[in-house]
């Protein structure tokens, strides 16, 4: 059984910029710690840290939307799910990020969830800050 993970989260800097830093393998890595390398262009393919999270672009809209047939090397062989990530300009100039991930094995929720919080989002707000 799966289950939909949805979070919204609001950080200081515009859209393209906050997509440059989830899209762009040399600024993600500096922003998550591993070693990331990511395709710029629709089908291909991406890889975080030692293939922990693998996966395939479906959807890049630079500055708007990612979207990613995204897999964790602790899922059930041949499982996939999908994250998509949208950005939305705050009347401040900042961004409204809402992560709508689908498709997550059910033991791996909790994980998954925090993962996205720890991982991402409270590590890009920390590098927006020392900016």
Known sequence: M??????RVKFKADP??????LA???KHSAITGKR???SGEIGGAFSIGESDVTGINVDLVPGQRIVQAWRHRRFPEGIFSMAAVTLKRTPDGG???VLTHRGVPKDLIPET???WRDQYWQKIKAYLDRR
């Open 2 to 7: 799966c289950k939909t993970i949805k979070q």
């Open 16 to 21: 393209a910029t906050v997509y440059e830093l």
């Open 24 to 26: 762009d393998s040399r």
């Open 36 to 38: 990331a390398v990511i």
């Open 95 to 97: 961004t409204e990020l």
């Open 113 to 115: 969830e925090q993962a």
